[in-house]
C-alpha cells in the first residue's frame, strides 16, 4: 500500500507544528472519525475505499492542462448536464454521457461511504464534484464561507486522488487561531469582528496571508503532504491555511452538516472564533 508522506517544516513557530490524524488499513473509519473531523486538523486515510468507484476508468482518462495553470471551476452535477457541457470536458475529448453517468453512480456510492463514516450527522445537502486540470503552486489561502452558509451548517469536504500516476501535493500552514496568537500585535488583530465569521477570516487572511508582503508565496512555514493514488482525506479549508503544490485528477465529496447534529459543537469555527 502506498502511505501519505508528512513534512514538516521546523520554523513553525507553534508548540504543535502540525495536528493531524491518521488512519491506516487496518483503523477502523466508520463511525469513528467525529473528533477527528470536528478538529479541523487534516485527517488522512489510507488504504482504505469507496466501494464502487472505478478508479481505472479516470485513471485512463487523458491528463487535462490548461492554459497559464489557470483554476478551472470544479465540475459539479449541475456542470455536466448543462448542455453544452462545459467547454473544460471538450479541452479533454470526454465522453460526456459517459462521465456524467459516472458522476451519478459515484455520488450514489460516496452518500453511502458517508453514512457508514458519519451516521450520527444530520446532512442538508450533498455534493460530488471533479477537479481535472492539474494545478501547479497556487496561492497559500483560507476558504471563505459563502454567502449561503451562514454558520447553522458545517460543510465537510473529503477528497479522494484519482490519479494513478503522480501524487497530489498540499502544504499547510497556520490555522486562524495561530495567525491570530501569531500576529495579534503585528497586524493589530484586536480590529476584526469576532461576531461576524465572514468578515474575520477574510480579514485575517488579507492581513496575514494576502498581504502586501506576499506572504501567500515567501514567508509564513509549510508542512507538505504528499497524497498516493487513491488516499483520502479532509481538513476545515475555512481554519487552516492550505495550498495545492500539485495535483490532478481529484473527486472531492461536499456535505452540508446540521450544527446541531455536530458531536463536538464547541469546535465549530464560529464558535472557536468567538473563544479567541
Ligand atoms: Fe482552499
Redesign the pocket.
Known sequence: MLKTQIAIDPEARCSNKLDYHYYGPNDNIYDTMYEAFESGEPVIIDGHTVDGIDMDYYSNLPEWYTDKNAWVKPWYLSDLKREPMPASTKDMGLDGEEFLKRHRKDQKHWDAFFDQCFPKYTVNARMLSHRYNQLVQNNL???LPDEEHTGNDHQIRMFLNLDRKKPRILAFSYSVEQYFRLYYDEKSLDQLDKTNYHSFIKELRDRCIWNEDKWDQFHLPRHYITFPPGSMWFFN?QWIS?QIIFGNKLQCYEADIEVDSLQFPELGVPNRIAQL
Request: glycine letters at 0%.
Open positions: 489561502h483560507l476558504d479549508a492550505h
